[in-house]
């Protein structure tokens, strides 16, 4: 008896630390790419192709049409987030920034992905990408963050 008590009172030490606020959602992963013309960020499904693509995309600006951010994330609340991208490039010798924010919702225990777009005027007087940060919110509270190394 002594030992079910024991259990019980360790699951619920687990259940309630996991819902604590800086739990409540996660950034996972983040995969900036630049889109082409067409909007696509590969011509084929293959993570080689993929890369190598992007690549040429770096290397030639003027195939570029803008970026996109797929964001990889989790959260155990109902309540709509809200991601935010920051972003630092260059554009001419001089530095830039531009923010973006999309509003998400998802309850559940996995993960799932979004594509956060980053087109038009604002990315062509942008310029080239050199750092990204990421964060989840939920209203003024910061849940989680992933950033690049230069950021």
Do not use: N
Request: charged share 25%; net charge positive; with cysteine.
């Amino acid at each position: 008896m002594r030992l079910l008590s024991l259990v019980c009172a360790a699951v619920l030490v687990a259940v309630t630390a996991s819902a604590a606020p800086s739990q409540l959602g996660r950034v996972i992963k983040v995969l900036p790419h630049y889109l082409d013309k067409s909007g696509q960020h590969t011509i084929h499904p293959s993570l080689y192709a993929r890369d190598a693509y992007q690549a040429d995309l770096r290397k030639h600006p003027e195939k570029q049409s803008g970026l996109q951010f797929d964001v990889q994330w989790t959260a155990l609340t109902s309540r709509p987030l809200k991601l935010r991208i920051e972003m630092r490039g260059a554009q001419d010798k001089k530095t830039t920034s531009a923010t973006v924010e999309q509003e998400v919702k998802y309850r559940g225990f996995f993960h799932k992905w979004v594509k956060v777009p980053f087109t038009g005027d604002d990315f062509k007087k942008f310029g080239q990408l050199s750092a990204w940060r990421v964060t989840l919110w939920d209203g003024d509270q910061l849940l989680s963050e992933q950033k690049s190394f230069l950021w």
